[in-house]
């Protein structure tokens, strides 16, 4: 949830609310997340530093616009290039799909290649689940339910299968076919932040509901 929320807000600074509405139009296909949760997230952020208060709106509602931090900036960076954690592959690997756009083009194969070596170790132990099953002794009475529990077995490694057919025809080509996300302008409401993190506002204003888009001409880079 950390490293997703820091890589939207290194696309664009934004506010709860949009934070909210990002997750709708673009997260949600690989991750859902409550508003309470986003919310309690960004404070966790907040306390560590990897986020700060871009600015507040004036009046009663005090609408907050966050930013991503060097440090986040950095931990960002680490985790996108770091081994790949998570219960499955959807989990490990599917948020740093999303956001691989962002890194220098060189840094983006090795982290294809860590989605690839996940797809074929979780394939390889499903494979090695089905060998067992297939040797154990299932009581008549039992039969039906586990014919039904190997099937749903089977539909996961169908899954995998497909899974590392694809993540290797990715790491393959190095990455999507060009011109898949075209390069963007920046606006005149873009902030300084976004600016020097080569990123533009994907919508016209915070509340506007959109797809985030990284800009081409610069990525991020880790600080060292």
């Known amino acids: 949830m950390a490293h997703v929320i820091l890589g939207l807000l290194l696309l664009a600074p934004q506010s709860l609310y949009g934070l909210i509405k990002s997750f709708e139009a673009g997260v949600a296909l690989f991750y859902s997340a409550s508003s309470g949760s986003i919310k309690r997230a960004l404070d966790t952020l907040l306390g560590k530093g990897l986020i700060e208060v871009a600015s507040t709106e004036p009046?009663?509602?005090?609408?907050?616009?966050?930013?991503?931090?060097?440090?986040?900036?950095?931990?960002?960076?680490?985790?996108?290039?770091?081994?790949?954690?998570?219960?499955?592959?959807?989990?490990?690997?599917?948020?740093?799909?999303?956001?691989?756009?962002?890194?220098?083009?060189?840094?983006?194969?090795?982290?294809?290649?860590?989605?690839?070596?996940r797809a074929a170790a979780d394939l390889s132990n499903l494979t090695a689940l089905k060998k067992q099953l297939d040797a154990m002794e299932v009581p008549a009475e039992f039969r039906d339910v586990a014919a039904y529990q190997r099937a749903t077995l089977d539909?996961?490694?169908?899954?995998?299968?497909?899974?590392?057919?694809?993540?290797?025809?990715?790491?393959?080509?190095?990455?999507?076919?060009?011109?898949?996300?075209?390069?963007?302008?920046?606006?005149?409401?873009?902030?300084?932040?976004?600016?020097?993190?080569?990123?533009?506002?994907?919508?016209?204003?915070?509340?506007?509901?959109?797809?985030?888009?990284?800009?081409?001409?610069?990525?991020?880079?880790?600080?060292?």
Do not use: N
Request: proline share 7%; glycine share 14%; aromatic share 6%.
């Open 59 to 117: 009046g009663g509602r005090g609408k907050k616009v966050y930013r991503a931090t060097e440090a986040g900036r950095r931990e960002f960076h680490r985790w996108m290039a770091g081994e790949l954690s998570g219960a499955d592959l959807e989990t490990a690997a599917l948020p740093r799909l999303f956001f691989l756009g962002l890194l220098d083009p060189a840094e983006r194969a090795p982290v294809l290649r860590r989605m690839r070596e």
């Open 155 to 224: 539909y996961g490694i169908a899954s995998g299968r497909h899974a590392l057919t694809w993540f290797s025809d990715l790491a393959d080509r190095g990455g999507p076919p060009d011109g898949c996300a075209a390069p963007r302008s920046g606006r005149g409401g873009e902030s300084a932040a976004g600016h020097e993190a080569g990123i533009v506002d994907p919508g016209e204003g915070d509340d506007r509901e959109s797809f985030p888009v990284p800009v081409a001409e610069r990525q991020v880079r880790d600080e060292r």
